[in-house]
């Protein structure tokens, strides 16, 4: 029985996680920059929603991981691959947190010390690619988050 409750707040936290991360990302972030009439602003809003987003996503990834290991060495086997979409996240979660997104700050804090919006400077292209790079890192996360819930509500449902 313990088992079945864990598989349901697993199931619980990782559909919650996930669709607060796309809710923001595809959501509240576009919102910002179709409503603000100031795009530096609304990218400095943006960029402190992802980073909360993504120190989140490390602490409940990790939290995710020790539930998943504990539920595939008691036996669930449908836990195995769900530690490795975990990982996958974990990973894209890291990229953005502790490269990407302070490497884009920076880049912004420099030009806006100088007067100048980003689109206006010489980091302009290395920025663009770093928010190319970046959304890429979101995408995937997004499209592994959707798996992992998928398989997380089967295997919640299944166990009923």
Excluded at 131 to 152: P, Y
Aim: glycine fraction near 8%; charged fraction near 10%.
């Amino acid at each position: 029985m313990t088992h079945f409750r864990t598989q349901r707040i697993f199931s619980l936290i990782s559909g919650l996680w996930v669709g607060s991360f796309i809710t923001i990302g595809f959501l509240v972030v576009p919102s910002l920059f179709s409503s603000l009439g100031d795009r530096q602003v609304a990218g400095m809003v943006a960029a402190y929603l992802f980073k909360s987003t993504a120190y989140i996503g490390v602490l409940i990834s990790f939290i995710l991981l020790l539930m998943a290991n504990h539920l595939a060495r008691h036996g669930k086997s449908q836990y195995r691959l769900t530690r490795w979409i975990l990982l996958g996240m974990l990973a894209c979660t890291v990229g953005a947190a502790f490269i990407l997104i302070p490497w884009m700050n920076s880049l912004r804090d420099q030009v806006l010390n100088l007067g100048l919006s980003v689109r206006e400077s010489t980091n302009a292209a290395l920025f663009n690619r770093l928010h190319g790079a970046s959304s890429i890192l979101f995408m995937t996360q997004a499209i592994l988050g959707l798996v992992l819930v998928w398989r997380a509500t089967k295997t919640s449902t299944s166990s009923a």
